[in-house]
């Protein structure tokens, strides 16, 4: 994965609000990879005291469009799954690795993995769509 600060995923990240106010971070990105790392916090727990599902949702998702907006045009979600394969509680640092399997058309397949140091947290696929 080669680090494009200034590439086409970069500026999408840098306006992404809702990304940023989690204070996730986009470590690196290259065509078709991304890699966003998230500290959860105190305000993610969820009431069995561990890392609500939707933030490391969101965190995989941000790879995910990191990834499969390196190209250029605007792409967005198409759809998408995630599974949970072990929790993560407030103080963990979750770092989320997109990885392009194929874009065909219009259309595209990506992998995220999400893991707390070598222990996977999460596996996430999505489908993309470019629209511009």
């Given amino acids: 994965m080669s680090e494009q600060q200034d590439g086409p995923a970069a500026v999408m990240f840098a306006a992404d609000r809702a990304s940023l106010g989690l204070g996730m971070e986009l470590m690196e990105s290259g065509l078709g990879t991304a890699a ?22 969101l965190l995989a998702d ?45 259309s595209g397949v990506y992998d995220v993995t999400v893991r707390r140091g070598d222990e ?7 489908r993309s769509r470019t629209i511009g």
């Fill in 36 to 57: 966003v790392r998230m500290t959860v916090t105190a305000a993610m727990i969820n009431g069995h005291g561990l890392a609500h599902g939707g933030y490391l949702f």
């Fill in 62 to 106: 941000t790879a995910f469009a990191c990834a499969c907006n390196s190209h250029g045009p605007v792409t967005v979600a198409a759809g998408a799954e995630i599974t949970f394969v072990a929790p993560a509680r407030a103080g963990d640092t979750l770092t989320a690795i997109a990885a392009e399997r194929v874009r065909y058309g219009r």
């Fill in 120 to 126: 996977v947290i999460a596996e996430f696929r999505g």
